[in-house]
């Protein structure tokens, strides 16, 4: 994501108390370490779903992790 979204992504870090935010030159990155963040990822969504296409893009990432 662009560097303007790093207050965004630190916020997300912090509430959800998972992964870690990376601010570079020209980007920002959110990082989830460990699989136990991960499902807790899974959990999230899966209560509170995405109203865009990007849903289908977790339903995607979502199966292929469970492969």
Same mark, same amino acid.
């Given at each position: 994501?662009? =560097? #303007?979204?790093?207050?965004?992504?630190? !916020?997300?870090? /912090? =509430?959800?108390?998972?992964?870690?935010?990376?601010?570079? *030159?020209? !980007?920002?990155? %959110? $990082?989830?370490? #460990?699989? $136990?963040?991960?499902?807790?990822? !899974? /959990?999230?969504?899966?209560? @509170?779903?995405? *109203? @865009? @296409? =990007? *849903?289908?893009? %977790?339903?995607? !990432? =979502?199966?292929? %992790? %469970?492969?």
């Amino acid at each position: 994501m662009h =560097k #303007d979204d790093a207050l965004m992504l630190n !916020f997300i870090a /912090q =509430k959800l108390n998972i992964g870690s935010v990376r601010v570079g *030159n020209h !980007f920002v990155s %959110y $990082t989830i370490h #460990d699989r $136990t963040g991960l499902l807790k990822i !899974f /959990q999230f969504l899966d209560e @509170t779903p995405l *109203n @865009t @296409t =990007k *849903n289908l893009n %977790y339903l995607a !990432f =979502k199966k292929a %992790y %469970y492969l």
